[in-house]
């Protein structure tokens, strides 16, 4: 069963956004799905309470804040939404839990600088090096014709990491979460310029 795992210690990079939305992907595939939220702000766990019922369900993943236990039986996926500040010991559990570790980041030149040692931390992980948990990064809220994306990209090129896909700035992620919904509940016409954002990003977690 694959946990994946959405993860940087910085705050407002668009962690919940992008944890939501997978989980909104993995239900639209069919999947048994768990979300869950392991920030006392609880984000993600308040977004799954504004799901209307009719839509593919998104069960609750309870996890303590200090602990967190693999996903109960009859889960075939699970996403794991992580604070803000994560290190040290609730790192090392979460890791051991992963199979991938999504790394959400805007192009900005100060919160590249603000994950770097993270993005440094992840890849000294002995899981990470033998290959047993796989990192990639999500650009949130850029423009990919932009400088701030090249940077980006040479960023994480020069981290070895890969760039799944870079999601545009846009109220659609805004509006869909005030209403517990996903890029995968509404008509494709509606995020026609979104969904392809995702290719890499699913390709990667299906893997």
Not at 32 to 60: C, E, F, H, K, N
Not at 134 to 141: A, D, E, H, N, S
Not at 158 to 178: D, H, I, K
Request: glycine residues 10%.
């Amino acid at each position: 069963m694959p946990v994946i795992v959405v993860a940087n210690p910085k705050g407002g990079v668009g962690k919940s956004t992008l944890a939501t939305n997978l989980a909104g992907y993995l239900a639209a595939q069919g999947h048994a799905v768990m979300l869950g939220d392991t920030d006392r702000q609880q984000s993600s766990r308040a977004w799954l309470g504004l799901r209307p019922p009719a839509l593919r369900p998104i069960a609750t993943w309870d996890v303590d804040h200090n602990e967190v236990a693999r996903p109960p039986k009859g889960t075939t996926h699970a996403v794991l939404d992580t604070p803000a500040g994560l290190h040290g010991k609730r790192l090392d559990s979460i890791l051991k839990l992963a199979d991938h570790v999504l790394v959400p980041l805007q192009p900005s030149i100060f919160d590249i600088l603000a994950t770097r040692d993270f993005l440094q931390k992840l890849g000294e992980e002995k899981a990470v090096r033998q290959g047993d948990v796989r990192i990639g990064v999500v650009g949130m809220r850029v423009d990919a014709r932009t400088r701030a994306a090249d940077q980006l990209s040479r960023y994480c090129e020069e981290a070895g990491l890969p760039v799944l896909g870079m999601l545009r700035n846009t109220q659609n992620y805004v509006q869909l979460a005030a209403h517990g919904l996903t890029l995968w509940d509404v008509a494709p016409g509606r995020v026609e310029r979104d969904l392809p954002q995702w290719d890499g990003i699913t390709a990667f977690v299906a893997k």
